[in-house]
């Protein structure tokens, strides 16, 4: 071999690395290019969009979704997924509702809603853990369960609460700037779970039961607390993304999770997370509800009917989890 081939040779791995190096920033980075993509056509065909107002208006409808799908992006992350999530929301909106009813404290009362929506993922988790069954199967049935108790603790109506604290209705209206408080409480939320998974020994755990469960159990690794953990967390941020839910209605409606729909899972996986797990930013999952956000408004703004908004947001979350699946390959 001549010194031209053995030059060659040596390039020819430097180069695809390059290349697979560019698919991978490009893959990472494509949920930022969609979104500012996005912004710029929903500002060409609506003079309404930039507006203060409407801005506003976007980053507060996406702040409960936000809460929602941070829990999912946890669960997501570890090769699992949490349904129960959207009756979670529901439950622990009545449950606010009731308790602020009763003249519970505001401190004590988002409390006891945290544990009990963290009490939903502990039940979650462990079923999964010990049984070995499907995370879709138990969700989706912890789902209709939540569904059902929310019904219980309303009583079957929508609570209407007289007397609401100053600090229920602030979270919902008061604003930095043309920012909503409740916004840059998500973002302090999302700031936190980055740190906690990119930081921590149990984040890290998170990301490897995603990645290849059989080598965390051969690893050492406490698979049933990290699932476990994870779901606890998810169901914590549904009780909160509950909390903000009354914030905004200011009544417990038994059906208020319903409105979240697939769009907690969408949001997760057009913000670059896979659902198969191990890859993939708790911070990226802003973006996806950015997006959703943006494509939500930019429909109603530009008139479309009820149906055509249906139809072309089922599309997207289709198109969302294709794209997922073909990053996964």
Known sequence: MNVKETIARLL????????FNRRKLLATFSPIIGLIALFILASSLSDSFLTTTNLTNVLRQVSVLGFA???MTIVILTGNIDLSIIGNVSMSTTLV????QQE???GPMIVVVMLAGSLVG??????LSYFQIESFVVTMGMQVVCFGMSLFIAGGRTVIVDNLAPFMLDLASVRVGMVPVMFLILLGFYLVFFIFTKKTRMGRYIYA????EEVCYISGVNVTLVRITAYVLSGMMAAVAGIFTFSRSLC?????GQALGMYVVAAVVIGGTKMSGGRGSVLFSII???IIGIINNTLNLVGFQYYAQQIIQGVIIILAVVLSSKRRR
Do not use: H, R
């Open 12 to 19: 020819k791995p430097a180069e695809g690395q390059a290349s």
């Open 97 to 100: 509702a009731v308790l602020l």
């Open 288 to 290: 996806g509800i950015l």
């Open 252 to 256: 417990g409606d038994p059906a208020a």
């Open 69 to 71: 799908s941070l829990g």
């Open 122 to 127: 502990l039940i979650n988790g462990m079923i």
């Open 209 to 212: 039961l995603g990645g290849n």
């Open 104 to 106: 519970w404290p505001v």
